[in-house]
Every structure is written in C-alpha cells, then in structure tokens.
C-alpha cells in the first residue's frame, strides 16, 4: 500500500535552513508527480512545491527563490530545502501523492520558525 513519511521538521530562527524528506514506498515513485503543501493554524492547506516525473517544478510565489524541491528515485524520496525561513512559514508540511484518482498524505512533519 502507498505510504508516504515525512521528516525533517522542527523548531529554527527566522534566517535558517531545514531539509525535509519525504520517503515514499508502495508504488512506482519515478514515474509519478510529487508535491510539497502546508497548513498553518486556522488556515487552509497551501500548496508549496510541486517535482513532476521528470524533475520539472513548481513553486508558491510566497517560497519562490527561498525553497527548492528535489527527487531521488534512486532512495524514492522527496526532498525540500527550505532557505531564509519566516515567522510566516510555520505550518505542517506534508507530501502529497495523485495516485489512480485518488489523494495520498503523510502525517506531516512540523516546522516551527521563532527566535
């Protein structure tokens, strides 16, 4: 069954750097689209980023040229590299998988930028 676990997440300054992972197993990771979203308290879930199957991205106009997102299909993992970190980015980030019609979510992992 598809199972996807993010990772990587935590408390940091305003300015720093996280890399989150997400490790997918279940399906033929390189041959599908991954995305990157997140929820604040009170907010709606927020796409973030998004690596199609061969490496083609897409990013939130509020992250562009701060975060990057990255496949390795070799580990089937989903990279983020988060850069320049805000107050606003604080959420719970989770990996997103369309699969045959259908949603498929981690549990998120939770970033926390405070000083």
């Known amino acids: 069954q598809v199972q996807l676990v993010e990772s990587g997440g935590g408390l940091v300054q305003p300015g720093g750097s996280l890399r989150l992972s997400c490790a997918a197993s279940?399906?033929?990771?390189?041959?599908?689209?991954m995305s990157w979203y997140r929820q604040a308290p009170g907010n709606e879930r927020e796409l973030v980023a998004s690596?199609?199957?061969?490496?083609?991205?897409n990013y939130a106009d509020s992250v562009k040229g701060r975060f990057t997102i990255s496949r390795d299909n070799a580990k089937n993992t989903v990279y983020l590299q988060m850069n320049s970190l805000k107050p606003e980015d604080t959420a719970v980030y989770y990996c997103?998988?369309?699969?045959?019609?259908?949603?498929?979510w981690g549990k998120g992992t939770l970033v926390t930028v405070s000083s």
């Open positions: 690596i199609s199957w061969i490496s083609a991205t």
């Open positions: 997103k998988l369309p699969y045959y019609g259908m949603n498929y």
């Open positions: 279940g399906f033929t990771f390189s041959s599908y689209a």
